[in-house]
């Protein structure tokens, strides 16, 4: 199948650089507030209303491309599992490159099945997700997670993650990383608005097998320039977490990446990133971390390490801001 758009610029948008991608496969345009399904999305002026019905209409293998317009919220009926391969889906807003505030926004609203753990389920290959805004009102009882990654090669980039709700529930969080070979570069995961209630934890990053599929597992995963924002109400909270010794295999790095608590925040957490037992078949790296609001620990988890500008710092309390003077 060959691409509907040819050229270096389609509807005043380049193809290169923070623009839609050239491709060889489809591209489909989705507008909320505009759009119809009725229509081909196929152009700025013919688009879709729905992401279920852009993502329906994408080849797996093909290369194809959604375009969300930034205009108004995409709001989801039910979680969307992507599970067809190399598809890239885009928010178009006029302003690539945001850490936050992308004005592209995909929202799962409420539901009544417990299968809608999520807004979205990633299970496919290679897919990308770049310069939209993830968020979750749900309120059935099993929906405590924004985005489930389960896939291969994944992709996420200037990507917000976030789930104002569920703030007391142990076990909840933005996002579940089961993804294998997964990277997140320049995203922000958490909220430092909503404060956490109680001695819970609920981490702005879950390690866990046993959600997105039997034997998925976090491996190889990546996190580049990142902001991890938390409102602690506990020392018990932390921004990463993983419940067992095997929920990390291989390696997980975090580079030059960001652990920010609120300063009107109740308690510090005691830990940064922390997990029920020794790592035992993975490690994770953090390569010139930056904490402010936790404690002094980064980690005291076995098989968490941490590398800085100061080689003599403990593992334990590298990557603290601490007070200038």
């Not at 933005?174 to 070979?181: A, I, K, P, T």
Request: proline share 3%; charged share 15%; net charge negative.
């Amino acid at each position: 199948m060959s691409s509907n758009f040819t050229g270096l610029i389609s509807n005043g948008i380049p193809i290169f650089g923070d623009g839609i991608p050239a491709t060889r496969g489809k591209v489909f345009f989705v507008d909320y507030g505009n759009g119809s399904d009725n229509q081909d999305g196929e152009s700025i002026e013919t688009p879709f209303k729905t992401l279920a019905t852009a993502y329906g209409q994408c080849t797996t293998n093909n290369f194809d491309v959604i375009c969300l317009m930034g205009n108004a919220t995409h709001v989801l009926t039910s979680m969307l599992t992507i599970a067809k391969n190399r598809i890239t889906i885009i928010g178009i807003d006029g302003s690539p490159g945001r850490y936050y505030g992308q004005a592209a926004k995909v929202e799962l609203g409420v539901t009544t099945e417990a299968t809608d753990i999520g807004t979205i389920l990633n299970t496919g290959v290679r897919n990308v997700f770049r310069n939209i805004k993830f968020m979750n009102s749900n309120t059935v009882a099993q929906g405590i997670y924004t985005v489930v990654e389960g896939g291969e090669y994944a992709q996420y980039l200037n990507c917000e993650i976030y789930k104002e709700t569920d703030t007391e529930t142990t076990g909840a969080a933005e996002l579940v990383m089961n993804g294998d070979s997964a990277q997140l570069i320049g995203c922000t995961i958490g909220s430092l608005a909503n404060q956490l209630v109680g001695a819970i934890i609920r981490p702005c990053v879950l390690m866990t097998k046993a959600i997105a599929g039997a034997g998925k597992v976090a491996r190889d995963v990546l996190f580049k320039d990142c902001y991890f924002w938390r409102n602690c109400s506990d020392v018990a909270n932390r921004f990463v977490y993983g419940a067992n010794a095997t929920d990390i295999e291989r390696m997980m790095v975090f580079d030059d990446c960001k652990f920010i608590n609120n300063p009107l925040a109740l308690a510090t957490p005691a830990q940064t990133i922390a997990f029920g037992a020794t790592l035992t078949v993975g490690r994770v790296l953090c390569i010139n971390p930056a904490s402010i609001g936790s404690a002094t620990a980064l980690s005291t988890t076995t098989g968490v390490f941490a590398i800085g500008p100061d080689p003599a710092a403990a593992a334990a309390t590298m990557g603290i801001a601490i007070q200038c003077s």
